[in-house]
């Protein structure tokens, strides 16, 4: 598991572009057979991916980063399945995993298996997870099931729909909020106008497009805004005081998940557009 300490509001504004993207970018995902994780200071979350190939991958705590006897001993888990079939083994009971389909794995869970249904069409599972301090039963949510939000218009090149998943009104947990956005075939901007959120970080991660293709994830404070490439199964760490939002060369989707103090969704702090810098 890596480890990152990310700079503060003032650090970041003298980064180098790969100093950006090492400290806010993570860009090895999706390995084959492998769980890939970072573990960031901000709000203490763990990302990471599992691709079961052939064989199914038990998640697992590790010591010296966690202190804990196994992975949600003291955490709650969200994953999303992007690829093909799968399914996701905890503790007695079995959950199918089709495309899209959603996992909230509950505080106190102790064996956490990922399975593909075929090994050349792998299941692809993201997931995210916080620490918790409250108990709240496993549950899966299918794509059908998650809460879906329309915005945006044609005309401002952002017409989306955004599908909720472990939300306040949806799955309980003790602060995950977790969810996916798709744009549609025209539309390429995200979360614009943008906002930012003092309570609560945000993990964003695209997907769903081809590999010529690239998102401007725009980042930082307001008023002196940076930006990072990301390309398709990448994802980018969003503190508090940073905005996150970007555009593309192409629609896309990507699945985003928020820690931190409330888990209201609508408790942002929107950044109007004559502020951008």
Same mark, same amino acid.
């Given at each position: 598991m890596?480890?990152?300490?990310?700079?503060?509001v003032?650090?970041?504004?003298?980064?180098t572009?790969?100093?950006?993207?090492k400290?806010?970018?993570?860009?090895n995902l999706f390995q084959s057979?492998?769980?890939?994780?970072v #573990? @960031? +200071?901000v709000d203490?979350?763990?990302?990471? $991916?599992?691709?079961? /190939?052939?064989?199914a991958?038990?998640l697992t705590?590790t010591? %010296?980063? !966690?202190?804990a006897?196994? *992975?949600?001993?003291?955490?709650e888990?969200g994953?999303?399945n992007i690829?093909?079939n799968? /399914?996701?083994?905890v503790?007695d %009971?079995e #959950?199918? !995993?089709?495309?899209? +389909?959603?996992?909230y794995?509950?505080r106190? $869970?102790?064996?956490?298996e990922?399975k593909?249904?075929?090994s050349k069409?792998?299941?692809? *599972? #993201?997931?995210v997870s916080?620490?918790?301090?409250k108990?709240y039963?496993t549950?899966h949510?299918s *794509? @059908?099931?998650?809460t879906?939000?329309k915005?945006?218009?044609?005309?401002?090149a952002?017409?989306?729909?955004?599908?909720k998943?472990?939300h306040l009104?949806?799955? %309980?947990s003790?602060q995950?909020?977790m969810?996916?956005t798709?744009l549609?075939?025209?539309?390429i901007?995200?979360t614009?106008?943008?906002?930012t959120h003092?309570?609560? @970080?945000?993990i964003?991660m695209?997907?769903?497009?081809? %590999?010529?293709?690239?998102?401007f994830?725009?980042?930082g404070?307001p008023?002196e805004t940076?930006h990072?490439i990301i390309?398709?199964?990448?994802?980018a760490?969003?503190?508090s005081?940073?905005?996150h939002?970007?555009?593309?060369?192409?629609?896309?989707s *990507?699945?985003?998940a928020?820690?931190?103090?409330n888990?209201v969704f609508e +408790?942002?702090?929107p950044?109007s !557009?004559?502020?951008?810098?």
């Amino acid at each position: 598991m890596e480890v990152r300490y990310l700079p503060d509001v003032n650090s970041y504004k003298r980064m180098t572009t790969d100093e950006l993207r090492k400290n806010f970018l993570i860009e090895n995902l999706f390995q084959s057979n492998e769980i890939p994780m970072v #573990y @960031s +200071d901000v709000d203490r979350s763990i990302i990471g $991916s599992v691709v079961p /190939s052939g064989k199914a991958l038990q998640l697992t705590a590790t010591k %010296k980063e !966690m202190a804990a006897e196994y *992975f949600a001993e003291r955490r709650e888990i969200g994953v999303i399945n992007i690829g093909d079939n799968g /399914s996701i083994v905890v503790d007695d %009971k079995e #959950y199918a !995993m089709e495309h899209k +389909d959603g996992l909230y794995i509950g505080r106190g $869970s102790k064996h956490i298996e990922f399975k593909s249904a075929d090994s050349k069409k792998t299941a692809l *599972f #993201y997931f995210v997870s916080y620490p918790s301090h409250k108990e709240y039963p496993t549950q899966h949510i299918s *794509f @059908s099931q998650s809460t879906p939000l329309k915005l945006g218009t044609q005309k401002e090149a952002n017409k989306r729909t955004i599908y909720k998943y472990i939300h306040l009104n949806g799955i %309980k947990s003790s602060q995950l909020v977790m969810g996916l956005t798709e744009l549609e075939e025209g539309s390429i901007w995200n979360t614009m106008p943008a906002h930012t959120h003092q309570r609560r @970080s945000e993990i964003y991660m695209y997907f769903s497009m081809n %590999k010529d293709s690239v998102v401007f994830h725009m980042m930082g404070e307001p008023d002196e805004t940076r930006h990072l490439i990301i390309r398709s199964g990448q994802a980018a760490i969003s503190p508090s005081w940073s905005i996150h939002c970007g555009a593309a060369t192409q629609s896309y989707s *990507f699945i985003w998940a928020m820690g931190g103090e409330n888990q209201v969704f609508e +408790d942002m702090d929107p950044v109007s !557009m004559d502020v951008l810098k």
